[in-house]
């Protein structure tokens, strides 16, 4: 299958919340406008960033239902549809592929250390329930599991098996999936910290929890990339680092401090979910600081 329509910049979508803590139609439906008003090139819906491990079933669907009804297929759709049972990612799975999603994608299982073939068997479901292709999360800080090539290497005899978000710490494990998977098969880089470098060994697009606070960054970084002008995306990159950095300095969750920045951006999608923790009231005043941060970078290199 031609898989250029999962090729460039994907935010990893969040959980938008209204004042109650409630998943909110509204304001999900005006991120995904925000979103595709920056020129983004697809969403990874219900990740990390969405917070799906905090959410509910229904939530997770109704997150899926508005994105889709929002975009009407303007952009690449990803639907993570990983859960702590085969039976709701299975749910989800189905329900993605009703809404027209474009892959599924999944972590491998959660909470129970679990033999590979046990790991083997939870993502073979997921793609056994749905006509999807399939994109492989590797994420070993938030799973403890850290895919291994012979796993990999297995998973890749199923046709559906179209791509892998990478976010282990290893730049060189890019390279050495991408070795083994050929041409014809996309990888996303993980870490944002490293967006240039992943690009460089291989990785085809990205996907990142800092995408959508500025997106024009990492859209300006990837066609640096793309055009071989490697000073400018280094010194891009940079600036991407500055600001995750000051983004993850704050007492509160990451997430809740990119929340606050978007309320200042004019996109309001509540805060997090417990056991994330809100931006403190002394901290606030620093999120002004860091939109400034983002501004100033975005009219440097992205404008
Ligand atoms: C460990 C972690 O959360 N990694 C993030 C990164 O995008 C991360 O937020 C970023 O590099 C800042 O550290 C993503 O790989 C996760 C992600 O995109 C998602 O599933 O939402």
Redesign the pocket.
Known sequence: MGLDKFKGIFP?FYACYDDAGEVSEERTKDLCTHLLEKGVNGL?VG????ECIYQSLDERKATLRYVAECLEGKLTLIA?VGAPSTRDSVILAKYAEELGYDALSAIPPIYFTLPERSIYTYWSEIMDAAELPFII?N?P??TGYSLSMNLFKKLLKNEKVIGL?N?SMPVMDIERFKAAAGENFIVFN????QFVSGRLIGADSG?????AVMPELLLAADKAVTSGSFDEARKIQKEINDI?IAL?SLNGS?YSAIKEVLKLKGVNIGSVRGPLEPVSGEDLHKIAAIKILIDRSIEKYAN
């Open positions: 990893a990874y990740g990390s960033s969405g993570h999360y994420i800080q938030t978000k976010s993980g870490p944002d910290e996907i990142g929890g800092t995408y995750i993850c990451m």
